[in-house]
């Protein structure tokens, strides 16, 4: 859950407590209390919400890049046989289909990697027997065989993994644009109703609705903070205004008495 995200929860837990705080305004009309069920039930819906996180499918991804690193080292051993092979034959066209260095083998991405694997695995079956004296065993080839396999299901997986990770994010950011949405159309209206009866109430809905800046602090908070500093900073004026004022009702007393 990003940050946007959280500030969206804390404010929509911010409402609820002023709802919980003024059951009575809640409870005066039918639909204001059947519009604050609805926005609980979406508000449960948000909190119930499973979104997997990218470290959920760290698994999988160092599986797929063990078995990466295996069936490299296996591809290794099988391209350099066939060369040795298609140099002993005077085989040209077999040899052009083999990586000119171990290093290319590293390249790409683990799918492009994957196909060229592939295709030296399939030379090299094709072969069978003939690779032995390249140092190429049997065994070693039927590993090739099962890692390949194995090697494609993880990165399907991994491919599925984040697929769902992404689709079920689209449904989390659904969840919060349905939640605005009802809080704008319908429960601002519900609430708004009560201005004249429960003002007090109606301040303390809207003033939830504020989003928290990300340094905890809302607007809201923001402003009656700097409204405090604002009033000690001006307490020594006020102050000295009012004994001004203070004294020149005295001499204006004192006048009046002489005259």
Do not use: W
Request: glycine share 6%; net charge negative; proline share 3%.
């Amino acid at each position: 859950m990003n940050n946007k995200f959280n500030l969206k929860t804390k404010s929509y837990a911010s409402i609820d407590n002023v709802f919980k705080k003024n059951e009575e305004a809640v409870n005066s009309t039918p639909i204001l209390s059947g519009s604050v069920s609805v926005f609980r039930t979406k508000l449960k819906a948000i909190h119930d919400y499973g979104v997997p996180k990218a470290s959920e499918t760290v698994s999988i991804t160092e599986y797929k890049a063990d078995l990466l690193e295996l069936v490299t080292l296996n591809a290794s051993v099988e391209s350099n046989a066939i060369i040795l092979y298609a140099d002993d034959h005077n085989l040209p066209v077999l040899k052009g289909k083999m990586p000119l260095r171990d290093s290319d083998l590293a390249k790409g991405t683990a799918e492009e990697r994957l196909r060229l694997c592939q295709s030296i695995h399939g030379e090299a079956s094709a072969l069978g027997d003939l690779l032995l004296p390249y140092g190429c065993s049997s065994s070693l080839m039927e590993e090739m065989g099962s890692k390949l396999v194995e090697l494609r299901t993880a990165l399907s997986a991994t491919r599925t993994a984040i697929e769902d990770r992404v689709g079920l994010n689209k449904g989390f950011d659904q969840c919060f644009k349905d939640m605005d949405r009802f809080l704008k159309n319908r429960l601002d209206k519900a609430v708004n109703t009560r201005a004249k009866d429960f003002p007090d109430f109606v301040k303390a809905y809207h003033d939830a609705k504020v989003l928290p800046k990300a340094g905890g602090r809302s607007s809201g908070e923001e402003e009656a903070a700097t409204g405090a500093i604002e009033a000690r900073e001006l307490a020594p004026v006020v102050e000295q205004l009012q004994n001004a004022l203070q004294s020149l009702q005295l001499a204006e007393n004192g006048a009046a008495v002489e005259g």
